[in-house]
């Protein structure tokens, strides 16, 4: 599979040269996607990857749509949020219904079961007595606080509310940032996977699911029906490798020990000795990954924005010269503005895939409403005697427009741009849900990650490049706009 660019088609391509993996946005996501992603390199194969996308649903339609070509899955998962099945189902019996529905295949699963689990501070829990779910039935004062995915999937807070008579209103949170606050003592109940490394590190006890609510979820690759079987036989070879206790322990060294996916990913192979390539798997420094990510970034923003500058301006003109489109025109620009940025990113993904493409049209309708509001109101806001000194020296219409009009209205144009971008520069840092990576990648990381500094590590270059894009915007205001219309502001 060839990885889609600005302009790659929509439903992926014909030449599947390129083996794209995914992964959901946690930890042990990141790591089983690591080594899928390092085995199938060992074997000889071109990999991209597309970590971090923003959940089960981001990752299965790139699935489906052929953005990615395999990611790491669970079949508790596929069989409650993806098959909707009304019953539990065997392992064989999901691949034998992914195979003949939707051309997709859940491959030998990699040996262990990470079912979602309740959980509560130690010490809590011995205070409260509280060894399982049902005990929570008359303990409802306490603060239940669950991950936005888990609150509403079926396998989930619904279902378990109900399974187990629980009358109480959830919290939603980011499940990296669970683990901080019931640390904290800001919640008390909370959802965890029962591999994740932050149980021993936040000292929690995992309670029994004592009316067997949760259904297996054994993990393994997810794929297309058309990936080849050779890739397909290199992935089966992880098969049966990784026990509950071993993936918690490959969960800590990340959360624990400090140590980076892709290292924790080669040593786990390097143990089960399935790497035959020696290479050289070192990290990429810290400052070429923020100067790469700042180019995609600085990418997706400018090229955004100048899509938006060309439509937006000419629509402020035409607002100002027929007046009957400018309360519509504003208005659903306006509308366009209000839809939140991660729902506005999800409803691209059916259209137009992941990656850059749906990342910068995205962008490109969240910069039309400052550029296209600006410009009609400088157009509208211009002195009438100006114009009407402009008819009186003989100027037509387009005339008036050019010479008069438009450069009095420059300033606050360029104000418009100048939003626009800034807006911009912040909005594609959630870009990165949907793998278009840029300065958003650390971000998102850092928060499944609960690491401060992976955070800083791109919200610092992000907020330096909104500063650098205000002083380039008001060198280009120094440049191009008469001093006279800039007021005092450079005096």
Not at 40 to 46: A, S
Not at 153 to 167: C, M, Q, V
Request: hydrophobic share 45%.
């Amino acid at each position: 599979m060839v990885t889609l660019g600005l302009t790659g088609p929509v439903g992926g391509v014909a030449a599947r040269d390129v083996i794209v993996v995914g992964s959901k946005k946690f930890n042990e996501g990141y790591i089983l996607a690591e080594i899928i992603a390092q085995l199938l390199e060992d074997r000889g194969e071109r990999v991209d990857r597309k970590f971090g996308l923003g959940g089960t649903l981001v990752c299965y339609e790139a699935l489906r749509g052929g953005q990615i070509d395999v990611y790491p899955e669970y079949s508790g998962t596929v069989q409650e949020a993806i098959l909707k099945s009304a019953r539990p189902l065997t392992y064989h019996e999901l691949q034998d219904t992914l195979q003949e529905t939707l051309n997709l295949e859940l491959l030998s699963p990699f040996g262990f079961n990470n079912t979602y689990a309740i959980a509560l501070k130690r010490a809590k829990a011995e205070e409260l007595g509280v060894e399982k779910i049902s005990d929570l039935t008359n303990l409802q004062n306490l603060r239940f606080g669950f991950s936005h995915e888990f609150l509403n999937r079926k396998d989930g807070w619904p279902g378990l509310a109900e399974a187990y008579g629980l009358r109480v209103a959830p919290v939603g949170i980011e499940h990296g940032l669970a683990y901080k606050t019931i640390n904290e003592g800001k919640i008390d109940v909370t959802d965890v996977y029962s591999t994740d490394g932050d149980i021993e590190k936040y000292g929690l006890t995992l309670l029994a699911d004592d009316r067997g609510y949760f259904p297996l979820y054994l993990a393994a690759p997810f794929v297309r029906g058309d990936l080849s079987l050779r890739a397909r036989g290199v992935l089966g070879e992880l098969g049966g490798l990784l026990s509950e206790t071993k993936m918690r322990s490959l969960n800590a060294e990340v959360l624990l020990e400090g140590k980076s996916f892709a290292d924790v990913a080669t040593g786990f192979l390097d143990r089960a000795n399935l790497l035959r390539d020696s290479k050289d798997r070192r990290a990429e420094p810290v400052w070429r990954r923020i100067l790469r990510r700042t180019g995609t970034h600085l990418k997706l923003t400018f090229i955004a924005l100048i899509a938006a500058m060309v439509v937006a301006i000419p629509g402020g003109v035409a607002v100002y010269n027929i007046g009957r489109l400018a309360r519509p025109t504003i208005y659903g620009a306006g509308i366009l503005q209000t839809i939140p940025s991660i729902a506005l990113l999800a409803l691209m993904i059916p259209l137009f895939g992941i990656g850059a493409l749906p990342a910068v049209i995205a962008l490109f309708l969240y910069a039309l409403l400052p550029i296209l509001r600006n410009t009609a109101s400088a157009l509208f806001s211009i002195d009438p005697v100006l114009k009407k000194v402009a008819v009186g020296i003989g100027l037509t219409k387009r005339q008036r427009l050019r010479f008069v009009e438009v450069p009095l209205a420059a300033p606050l144009i360029l104000a418009g741009v100048r939003t626009a971008a800034v807006i911009n520069i912040g909005t594609a840092t959630l870009a990165a849900f949907i793998g278009a990576g840029g300065l958003g990648e650390p971000i998102v990381t850092g928060l499944a990650l609960n690491d401060t500094s992976l955070i800083l590590e791109g919200a610092i270059p992000a907020a330096t490049l909104a500063i650098l894009t205000e002083l380039f915007f008001e060198g280009v205001e120094r440049l191009l706009v008469p001093r006279h219309l800039l007021g005092r502001s450079f005096e």
